[in-house]
């Protein structure tokens, strides 16, 4: 099966910086998508890897090994507005499906 | 700007209705998928369809169906509505990557159902 882990809650400081790490187990990997949802909003996509190691994206980047099954989402400058569940998603070649985390709640604080 | 559409943002049924929920993408993807996203789970793949009249199971297709007469529109219907399928209700799309790969995708606003 396919299993996808992530922790449920964080709390950071605003202009502090966060990772927020995903683990996966799964067959058939080709890429791992990260998505930010704010509470009662559709997910919206901030990033993705396909191969190993860094992707940045002005305040975020995301990082990918693919040999430990693990993925990073690196926020920066953390702001008010940064308050939201953060999705990580693995694509695999079984039909090109998509295999979803269960979400991390961040919580920014002033 | 890019959109995503679904037909209700929140929708009450009762016990064993049949319940048909619409997404419409305007962005001419090949891809569309339902979803479900309940507390502690995370987002579950129900069905997806990666071109017109074409469908393949998700993860949890008991209880669903879709239909994909067109290429903008992707319809699940619940055959007949239970309790456990109260739930937000997400449809996405996605264009296509070289190779056939999805790319990253879009998804509309989530229609939340209550089955009483």
């Known amino acids: 099966g396919q299993n996808i882990d992530q922790p449920t809650e964080m709390t950071a400081t605003e202009g502090a910086i966060v990772q927020i790490n995903c683990t996966y187990q799964t067959s058939g990997f080709n890429g791992l998508f990260w998505y930010q949802q704010h509470a009662g909003e559709a997910p919206t996509f901030l990033s993705y890897n396909v191969l190993d190691g860094l992707e940045e994206k002005g305040r975020f980047s995301s990082f990918l090994s693919r040999s430990k099954g693990y993925s990073y989402l690196l926020l920066k400058e953390l702001q008010m507005k940064d308050s939201a569940s953060y999705l990580c998603a693995v694509r695999v070649y079984n039909f090109n499906k998509f295999y979803f985390g269960s979400g991390t709640k961040l919580n920014v604080k002033p | 700007d890019v959109k995503v559409t679904q037909s209700s943002r929140y929708l009450v049924k009762r016990t064993g209705e049949k319940v048909f929920l619409e997404c419409v993408q305007d962005?001419?993807?090949?891809?569309m998928f339902w979803y479900r996203q309940d507390p502690g789970l995370g987002l579950r793949l129900i069905y997806f369809?990666?071109?017109?009249?074409?469908?393949e199971k998700g993860d949890i297709p008991e209880g669903y169906s879709v239909s994909r007469e067109k290429k903008e529109r992707f319809s699940l219907i619940l055959e007949s509505a239970s309790t456990n399928q109260t739930s937000m209700y997400l449809c996405?799309?996605?264009?296509?990557?070289?190779?056939?790969?999805?790319?990253?995708?879009?998804f509309g606003p989530g229609t939340r159902l209550t089955v009483l």
């Open positions: 369809s990666y071109d017109v009249k074409m469908k």
């Open positions: 962005m001419d993807h090949e891809n």
């Open positions: 996405a799309s996605s264009s296509l990557l070289a190779g056939g790969l999805p790319n990253e995708q879009f």
